[in-house]
């Protein structure tokens, strides 16, 4: 696979390919060549399902609960500045054309 392209891969697909390495049934070579993967990817995936098993794979991301509302009133506040800007930049954009 050239550097720099990167492929996402689905659940089920990572899961495979972990089922494929710990059945010890094929060499890992082939296996790398059936999935058309590379064998660091292949080998952190089977990292990533021994430390948290089939949860590895999940894509959502969970923060705390208190990390999601200071989230939510950061974002309240940049709005709120936001406007405030957009209205000086209004206001001083009138008074230069008045002038």
Excluded at 32 to 57: C, L, P
Excluded at 59 to 79: F, H
């Amino acid at each position: 696979m050239p550097k720099g392209k990167r492929n996402h891969y689905t659940k089920e697909f990572k899961l495979s390919v972990v089922y494929s390495m710990l059945s010890n049934t094929q060499k890992p070579k082939e296996i790398f060549a059936m999935y058309d993967i590379d064998r660091q990817t292949a080998y952190r995936w089977v990292s990533e399902f021994k430390e948290n098993g089939e949860k590895a794979f999940d894509s959502k991301t969970v923060l705390p609960g208190n990390e999601v509302e200071r989230i939510k009133k950061q974002n309240a506040d940049l709005q709120m500045e936001n406007e405030i800007l957009k209205k000086a930049i209004a206001y001083f954009a009138k008074t230069n054309n008045n002038e």
